[in-house]
């Protein structure tokens, strides 16, 4: 999830980073502007997400946007990425093709899965009313995909 990658790649992700910050410095952000952030990630179709490189970029920046402005418009961003956490299962991935994949990387579905999972945790120690929600998410999904809990968990989710 860096900027590493093709120039187009790089380029994306720089740009639509500094709108997230750009958005996170405004005191309060226009709603319509995070608005359109969000439209820039990917959309629920049919119970499926189809994630490629940009709008795996654009998560990315629309978590750096929710954490840089100390949670403003959490209502809108905390479910989006909910529901986008529910549907991981059922992600359909667009990887780009790249002759530079080395044997060491980790899958995209992997690093991409642990970021949004380490921003909501994020999200839930700054604010109580997120922790309630991503305990009551983490509470509803089936104990199968628990197998491997993580050892640190923000102190209002208990295991």
């Known amino acids: 999830m860096s ?16 709108l997230a910050r750009s958005l996170a410095a405004h005191r309060p952000a226009p709603a319509e502007k995070v608005q359109k952030l969000l439209c820039m990630c990917p959309l629920d179709t049919r119970g499926v997400f189809s994630l ?3 709008r795996r970029d654009a998560v990315i920046a629309l978590a ?7 949670l ?12 986008l956490l529910k549907g991981l299962p059922r992600v359909q991935w667009v ?22 999972v380490t921003l ?22 089936p104990a ?3 197998s491997e809990k993580p050892q640190v ?3 209002c989710i208990t295991i």
């Open 120 to 141: 909501l945790f994020d999200v839930a120690l700054r604010d109580p009313e997120s922790c309630t929600q991503v305990k009551h998410f983490h509470q509803q999904t």
């Open 3 to 18: 900027a590493r990658g093709s120039g187009t790649r790089g380029f994306y992700f720089n740009t639509v980073l500094s």
């Open 95 to 116: 990887e780009e093709a790249t002759g530079r994949k080395s044997k060491e990387s980790l899958p995209m579905a992997e690093i991409f899965s642990f970021c949004l």
């Open 153 to 155: 968990l923000p102190s």
């Open 144 to 146: 199968s995909t628990h």
């Open 52 to 54: 490629d490189i940009r």
């Open 72 to 83: 403003q418009h959490k209502d809108m961003v905390v479910g989006y990425l909910l529901s």
């Open 64 to 70: 750096v946007f929710l954490v840089e402005s100390d």
